[in-house]
């Protein structure tokens, strides 16, 4: 078995420059596209940030991958993003195909057992969203939310209101 603790000198300065001119190339590139990029992750911001992570590893660490490289790769990976979240904004079919919709696990104190099965939630983990935000009582809950960032939300019920914010969440309201 071959250890290697140390390539040299000239493979850390490598790795030194090479990674303060990629991550100011993403900073840059990030900066240029918006605070969309990174705000609050859903799944597929996730697997962006992942990747942009992966592709920043690559180009510092290997060889075989020059800066020009890896900035293309990042470049590509935010204008896609860019493009992802433009046309979800404008479109509510790509905004379902990528970040799918918000899903109601309990209305008016009553559990919905098949929304719970989908999501793969169990009662407890809506009861700890539900005394997290400072409730100890269901019947105080209007409804409880999975949101599309996989956060729970609990709507506390109040009085009649001309302005729901459960539109748009599927569930029985």
């Given at each position: 078995?071959?250890?290697?603790?140390?390539?040299?000198?000239?493979?850390?300065?490598?790795?030194?420059?090479?990674?303060?001119?990629?991550y100011?190339?993403?900073?840059?590139f990030?900066?240029?596209?918006?605070n969309?990029?990174?705000?609050?992750?859903?799944?597929?911001?996730?697997?962006?940030?992942?990747?942009?992570?992966?592709?920043?590893?690559?180009?510092?660490?290997?060889?075989?991958?020059?800066?020009?490289?890896?900035?293309?790769?990042?470049?590509l990976?935010?204008?896609?993003?860019?493009?992802?979240?433009?046309?979800?904004?404008?479109?509510?079919?790509?905004?379902?195909?990528?970040?799918?919709?918000?899903?109601?696990?309990?209305?008016?104190?009553?559990?919905?057992?098949?929304?719970?099965?989908?999501?793969?939630?169990?009662?407890?983990?809506?009861?700890?969203?539900?005394?997290?935000?400072?409730?100890?009582?269901?019947?105080?809950?209007?409804?409880?939310?999975?949101?599309?960032?996989?956060?729970?939300?609990?709507?506390?019920?109040?009085?009649?209101?001309?302005?729901?914010?459960?539109?748009?969440?599927?569930?029985?309201?």
């Open positions: 078995m071959d250890l290697v603790f140390f390539n040299g000198w000239g493979s850390l300065l490598r790795v030194l420059i090479i990674g303060l001119l990629a100011a190339t993403l900073v840059l990030l900066r240029l596209s918006g969309r990029t990174l705000s609050k992750m859903n799944a597929f911001d996730l697997i962006v940030t992942v990747a942009l992570g992966s592709t920043l590893a690559t180009v510092l660490l290997s060889k075989d991958v020059a800066l020009a490289d890896g900035a293309v790769a990042l470049a990976l935010i204008s896609l993003q860019f493009v992802i979240t433009w046309t979800s904004v404008r479109f509510r079919w790509v905004r379902r195909l990528v970040t799918g919709e918000p899903l109601m696990l309990l209305y008016q104190g009553e559990f919905l057992s098949t929304p719970l099965q989908q999501a793969r939630v169990t009662q407890d983990e809506v009861l700890a969203a539900i005394r997290s935000s400072g409730l100890n009582d269901v019947t105080a809950v209007e409804a409880v939310v999975l949101e599309t960032d996989g956060s729970l939300s609990v709507v506390k019920r109040q009085a009649e209101s001309r302005h729901s914010s459960l539109e748009g969440v599927r569930g029985p309201h």
